[in-house]
C-alpha cells in the first residue's frame, strides 16, 4: 500500500506540476523565487551542456529528485546530518511517492556513474543560485555557497569529473550578466 495514493493520470500530472512550485531554501532570505521546478530545469539544462548523451534514466531521475517535496518540502540538509530527520525513513518514503507519480523509480535504475551525475549536478545547481543571488547583493547565502563550497572540495570523489571541472572553471568566472542583443563588449 502506498503512503500516498494518487490514482489517475489528471492526477498524477497535477501532483507533479504543484511539486514543482515548491520554494526551495525556504529558511534563508532569497531575493526572487527559488523553486523545484527551475532547480529541476537548470539541472537538466547543466546535463545537456556537460553530458550530451546521457542515459534517458538519468534524465528522468533529475526530473524526479525533488518531487516528492510536494509533500514533505524542502528539509534542508544540516536539518538531515544533525538526524533532526530520519534521513532513510524520508528516502524510502520519497521512493514510494515516485514509484505511486511515475509507476517506477529512476534513481533506483542509476549506475554509479549516473549517481555521480546527478548528486554533482543537484549540488552544483545550488551553487549557481548561489552566486545569482550573491550577484544580486544577498549576502545571506554567503554561508551557504561556503559550506557547499566545503562540502564540494572535501568530498570529490561523489561528483562526476566533468562535473567537477566545470566547478572548478567557475572559480574565476566574474558570474556578470550575459549580454543582451546589442550589447557590446
Not at 529558511?27 to 542515459?55: A, C
Not at 525533488?66 to 544540516?78: K, Y
Not at 524520508?90 to 549516473?114: C, P, R, S, Y
Request: aromatic share 10%.
Amino acid at each position: 500500500m502506498s503512503i500516498y495514493p494518487l490514482e489517475g493520470l489528471v492526477n498524477k500530472v497535477k501532483f507533479s506540476r504543484e511539486a514543482a512550485a515548491v520554494r526551495r531554501c525556504h529558511t534563508l532570505p532569497i531575493i526572487g523565487e527559488y523553486i523545484v521546478g527551475g532547480h529541476s530545469f537548470n539541472m537538466i539544462q547543466m546535463l545537456r551542456l556537460l553530458h550530451p548523451d546521457p542515459p534517458i534514466r538519468l534524465v528522468w531521475a533529475i526530473q524526479e529528485h525533488d518531487v516528492p517535496e510536494r509533500l514533505t518540502g524542502d528539509i534542508p540538509a544540516p536539518t538531515k546530518w544533525f538526524k533532526i530527520v530520519d534521513k532513510e525513513h524520508l528516502t524510502q518514503a520519497e521512493m514510494e511517492i515516485n514509484e505511486e507519480i511515475f509507476g517506477w523509480v529512476a534513481e533506483l535504475k542509476l549506475t554509479e556513474e549516473d549517481l555521480k551525475w546527478l548528486k554533482g549536478l543537484d549540488i552544483l545547481e545550488l551553487y549557481l543560485f548561489c552566486k545569482d543571488q550573491e550577484m544580486m547583493g544577498n549576502r545571506n547565502i554567503l554561508v551557504m555557497k561556503a559550506r557547499i563550497d566545503r562540502f564540494i572540495n572535501r568530498e570529490k570523489h561523489l561528483f562526476a569529473p566533468e562535473v567537477l571541472n566545470f566547478y572548478f572553471n567557475l572559480q574565476d568566472h566574474s558570474w556578470q550578466m550575459c549580454p543582451d542583443l546589442g550589447d557590446t563588449e
